[in-house]
């Protein structure tokens, strides 16, 4: 991965959903999905194999089942479609998004060390997404394990149907 001065060239600056792909979301996972985005443009790595330098503009949707990454240079000049089975991710989305009920309500009910331990496994649920996200897009798409825990996010955004 290039050092961070290299980084900047390979960057998201704008990301967009489809709202039309979107699952009906409650208030705590639209909170969650708009912390991402907005983490997610102040800091990530996003290197597109072979298309060069950035940075990138880049539009999520779900279709058919699948992931459909739309890559763009800023300003709009498009890079191409990806589309990514969402097969592998079921299980793991199915029992994040258990994870995260039981979250927020330990939040409004639990003590702190429950909150705590629900939290945990939360995130090493999310991480262990997050690395599966990685290794699908290893031979199209560079990320780092930020950039693909904020992708991860939104992912889960689309697969609650």
């Known amino acids: 991965m290039p050092d961070a001065e290299d980084r900047s060239c390979f960057r998201i600056v704008e990301i967009t959903l489809d709202e039309r792909s979107l699952a009906p979301a409650t208030a705590d996972i639209e909170h969650e999905r ?36 739309d890559v763009r240079k800023a300003g709009g000049e498009p890079l191409g479609r990806m589309h990514l089975s969402m097969t592998p991710f079921r299980k793991i989305i199915k029992d994040y998004f258990l994870l995260c009920e039981s979250y927020f309500d330990a939040i409004r009910n639990a003590a702190p060390a429950q909150i705590e331990t629900v939290d945990m496994a939360r995130r090493a649920m999310h991480n262990e997404g997050s690395e599966i996200l990685i290794e699908r897009l290893q031979d199209k798409i560079k990320l780092d394990l930020n950039t693909a825990r904020r992708l991860f996010t939104l992912i889960c955004s689309f697969h609650m149907r």
């Open 34 to 69: 708009k912390v991402a985005i907005f983490d997610l443009k102040e800091e990530n790595y996003f290197e597109p194999i072979g298309a060069g330098e950035g940075p990138f503009e880049l539009h999520l949707s779900y279709a058919e089942r699948r992931l459909v990454f």
